[in-house]
């Protein structure tokens, strides 16, 4: 008699033994380390520490928000540029950029903001077991607005980072699910705020703050850090 596929014969048959197995789902990132700061254009170094403890298949997100008109020009990690993953540059004091760097050096580095971003907040987030960064997207409110943003991830065991720019106003919390990368920053009439949240399917996720915005509004941007 003939085994089937996935079986072994008896006797003096041969066996065959193709027996198949659904892939199992890779496994998502895992967190390294956070920070965050603030500060002000002429006023003190437009620079903090970040610790990283590991590099293995990582990667570091900074989010930057500022008040000033003139666009942050770039950031970098231990000496090493950043690559501007998304900005919103409305002009006026919610203005917001993400920076990506690809195994980035382990150990307590500077991250740098060049150009003249006024009154500014930072939050980053270093992850190991990534792949890199995926989508992105950006979203922005009038006056007295909840920030909000649906976002759409497309890897499954993905993260999503995202931060918010306000003004003189606090955002507040963070909606169900999202955590937090530090509290909450505020200098120079900007306030800022940094948040992540795992996504065990591939799909959309509703990204807020519990604040009414403020007189100038608010904006968002979100990326997806992907599983390996």
Same mark, same amino acid.
């Given at each position: ?63 930057? %928000? ?19 993953? $998304? ?69 499954? $065991? ?13 955002? %507040? ?18 306030? %800022?705020? %940094? ?11 509703? $990204? ?18 992907? $599983?390996?």
């Amino acid at each position: 008699m003939t085994p089937l596929l996935g079986t072994t014969g008896g006797g003096s048959g041969r066996g065959f033994g193709r027996g198949f197995k659904s892939a199992a789902a890779p496994a998502g990132p895992s967190i390294d380390s956070t920070a965050y700061s603030s500060g002000y254009y002429g006023d003190q170094s437009n620079s903090y520490t970040h610790t990283v403890n590991s590099n293995t298949n990582g990667i570091l997100i900074v989010c930057i %928000g500022y008040t000033n008109a003139t666009l942050v020009t770039g950031v970098s990690y231990a000496d090493t540029p950043m690559t501007l993953v $998304n900005s919103i540059d409305r002009g006026d004091y919610v203005n917001a950029q993400i920076y990506a760097l690809s195994n980035p050096n382990v150990g307590s580095y500077s991250v740098v903001i060049s150009g003249e971003p006024g009154g500014w907040s930072a939050h980053s987030i270093a992850f190991v077991g990534s792949s890199g960064y995926g989508a992105t997207d950006s979203a922005y409110g009038a006056n007295f607005t909840q920030p909000t943003m649906n976002f759409t991830t497309g890897y499954d $065991n993905s993260y999503v980072v995202s931060c918010v720019s306000q003004a003189d106003q606090d955002p %507040g919390n963070v909606a169900s699910g999202m955590t937090k990368i530090g509290p909450n920053q505020y200098y120079y009439s900007h306030t %800022g705020g %940094g948040a992540y949240r795992f996504v065990a399917t591939a799909g959309s996720s509703t $990204n807020s703050w519990t604040s009414g915005g403020d007189t100038n509004g608010w904006s968002m941007l979100a990326v997806e850090i992907k $599983n390996l």
